[in-house]
């Protein structure tokens, strides 16, 4: 429980909270900008600006967060032992967070004359195969995901383009058929303003399993890890060595507004 207790642990959640508005304010303004445009190259746009923001905040906030953006690819990165459950937990409730207020700040600046808000439907097709949409959607960004950010790679430095192209991609494919959500918190955020909750369920259940069924198909079957199970227990309930306890970040309850003065020394007696 030490590490709610990090300054780290709470940068990360904001930024998770604050790239989410970017985010969601982005693509929900290319989505509703131009109601007359039922043509093609409205999908286009709409997915170059989810896909480029999602690159975008990748850069910026990637060595604070990691910037998953997604509860999806947060529960994947879970799956995959990543990191630990309670990260997790406020990763999600702030990426949630952050899909309501940057919804609600689209909501408040859009013309009068629209009253869209990019709210995520099925067209045309059942809720059943609209789950099927949207778990392949996800499958395959959680998948690259996982891929570029394995340590055992090294793709000098593309991993945002990566994945800004795999959210690209997906709306490209997905958006006649179900809005393209691949992203429960960005499905979740324009619903609750709008109060529309129409066949919502599949934009959390197609994204939440496929992030499992990718972390578990990239972890067991395509690339196994061979880490010891104590230490993914270990990640998991974020439980460090009596080391990595010495040299952790300063916490919460030893400051009062600044930094500890002294610095922490660690002796280490020779074999």
């Known amino acids: ?36 445009n ?25 060595h604070i967060s990691g910037a998953h ?6 529960l994947g990165l879970l799956a995959s032992c990543q990191m630990s459950v309670l990260k997790a937990f406020f990763y999600i409730i702030a990426q949630v967070l952050g899909a309501v207020a940057g919804s609600a700040i689209v909501y408040g600046i859009r013309p009068k004359s629209t009253d869209s808000l990019g709210v995520n439907k099925l067209n045309g097709i059942s809720p059943i195969q609209g789950f099927g949409v949207e ?9 690259c995901v996982i891929s570029v950010t394995d340590k055992r790679r090294d793709i000098s430095g593309f991993a ?18 179900t809005g393209c959500g691949m992203n429960p918190a960005r499905s979740l955020g324009p619903a609750i303003v709008q109060k529309s909750f129409d066949d919502h369920w599949v934009y959390w259940v197609g994204p939440l399993s496929a992030g499992v069924v990718a972390a578990l198909l990239y972890n067991q079957l395509l690339a196994p890890r061979d880490e010891p199970l104590s230490e993914k227990t270990r990640v998991l309930f974020s439980c460090g060595s009596s080391l990595q306890a010495e040299i952790r970040e300063p916490l919460l309850t030893d400051v009062d507004g600044e930094w500890p003065k002294k610095p922490v020394s660690i002796h280490v007696t020779p074999a």
Not at 12 to 24: P, Q, W
Not at 162 to 175: D, F, K, Q, R
Request: with cysteine.
């Open 1 to 36: 429980m030490s590490e709610i207790k990090k300054w780290a642990f709470w940068k990360a959640a904001l930024a998770e909270c604050l790239g989410m508005i970017i985010f969601i304010f982005i693509g929900l303004s290319a989505a509703i900008g131009d109601r007359n």
């Open 135 to 143: 778990f392949l959607l996800t499958l395959q960004l959680v998948l």
């Open 160 to 177: 945002p383009l990566a994945i800004g192209l795999s959210v690209g991609v997906g709306h490209l494919a997905g958006i006649s058929y």
């Open 69 to 74: 953006l997604n509860p999806a690819i947060t």
């Open 38 to 62: 039922s043509y093609p190259d409205q999908e286009i746009k709409v997915s170059f600006a989810f896909g480029l923001a999602i690159a975008t905040l990748a850069q910026s906030i990637g």
